[in-house]
């Protein structure tokens, strides 16, 4: 195991979680379960503790999801502070997780004196007082770096186009364009031209055109979108919510192919989620396909008092499981 890696988290409080563990992460990790049972909850707690060394970068990741949840409401126009402030000190007041990785919680001290936040990362205590809390100008300071979320609506370029500038750096674009070719051989490169991202396409008569990434539907993209944060990625994380979102069930081996192979390639612990049946059938041909042993499959499932819990199977158990042909998702 890498020494970076997620190897478990115990949550005492997060959201829908509380006294949850979830032991036996390994490189690569698919995460199923029933709708709202908290697959991408999960993730966002994971992603949150690896990134909140410090409270500008707690602050920082807190924002990132407050602004990731309202990209996807139609009503949202522009960032009011106010909201993003009362909402995200709601959800940070019960925040309390454990890695091999890091302890972090965030907590209301509420006396008849004072209203103060205790927020403590790896045993530093800090204390803000609610009036002197100002989300905004602490997570200003931080920026989230090298590890990369792809959330399960996936409108938008921008996020490619940044990771794509990291693939630039690394002078790593003839292995991108060679993956992408792969996937869809008429695609010779990808560019990136103005504000989006464009495929370049030769015709039988020698002559070239790019077309929009967009014409060629979410699989593509998210194929683009995986393979250019695992570069950015690389010896640290990726998380994809819902992994098989928009693309077609055929498509589901090259994916996963991918991102093994990058995954090992790289040193990127990946963490997804699904409930489609058809994608974890295809986790599992192609971890066996590579013989490869350092994955995990999480169950995530509420017991007779509505705890959620876990379920982990390694290699063995999981692929066993799948030729049995026992119901793996949790339902």
């Given at each position: 195991m890498t020494e970076h890696f997620i190897q478990y988290i115990d949550i005492e409080r997060y959201k829908c979680f509380s006294d949850f563990s979830a032991h036996g992460f390994q490189r690569v990790n698919l995460i199923a379960g029933k709708n709202n049972v908290g697959k991408t909850?999960?993730?966002?707690?994971?992603?949150?503790?690896?990134?909140?060394s410090t409270i500008s970068d707690l602050f920082d990741s807190l924002l990132f999801f407050y602004k990731q949840r309202?990209?996807?409401?139609?009503?949202?126009?522009?960032?009011?502070?106010?909201?993003?402030?009362?909402?995200?000190?709601?959800?940070?007041?019960?925040?309390?997780?454990?890695?091999?990785?890091?302890?972090?919680?965030?907590?209301?001290?509420?006396?008849?004196?004072?209203?103060?936040?205790?927020?403590?990362?790896?045993n530093s205590n800090n204390s803000i007082a609610e009036e002197n809390m100002d989300i905004f100008s602490i997570a200003n300071k931080?920026?989230?770096?090298?590890?990369?979320?792809?959330?399960?609506?996936?409108?938008?370029?921008?996020?490619?186009?940044?990771?794509?500038?990291?693939?630039?750096?690394?002078?790593?674009?003839d292995d991108l364009n060679h993956l992408i070719n792969s996937f869809d051989n008429e695609i010779e490169k990808i560019k990136v031209?103005?504000?989006?991202?464009?495929?370049?396409?030769?015709?039988?008569?020698?002559?070239?055109?790019?077309?929009?990434?967009?014409?060629?539907?979410d699989g593509l993209r998210l194929y683009v979108s995986v393979i250019a944060d695992m570069f950015t990625a690389e010896n640290h994380y990726i998380f994809i919510d819902e992994i098989d979102n928009g693309v077609h069930y055929t498509l589901l081996d090259k994916l996963w192919d991918i991102i093994l192979k990058l995954s090992k390639e790289l040193n990127v612990q990946v963490f997804a989620t699904t409930h489609s049946r058809e994608c974890i059938e295809s986790y599992c041909r192609i971890v066996e396909k590579h013989k490869e042993r350092n994955i995990s499959f999480i169950t995530l499932v509420k017991n007779k008092e509505k705890q959620i819990k876990a379920i982990i199977r390694d290699y063995d158990t999981f692929t066993d499981s799948i030729h049995d042909s026992r119901e793996v998702r949790g339902w």
């Open positions: 909850a999960l993730m966002e707690a994971i992603f949150i503790n690896v990134c909140s309202k990209a996807t409401d139609y009503a949202y126009k522009t960032l009011n502070k106010k909201d993003a402030t009362d909402t995200i000190l709601k959800q940070a007041s019960s925040l309390k997780s454990k890695t091999n990785i890091q302890a972090i919680e965030f907590k209301l001290n509420d006396s008849e004196i004072s209203r103060k936040y205790e927020i403590n990362i790896n931080a920026i989230i770096k090298d590890v990369c979320w792809i959330g399960s609506s996936r409108d938008s370029q921008e996020g490619i186009i940044d990771s794509f500038t990291s693939i630039q750096k690394k002078d790593r674009e031209i103005g504000n989006s991202i464009q495929c370049r396409v030769t015709a039988s008569d020698g002559s070239f055109s790019y077309r929009g990434i967009g014409e060629y539907g």
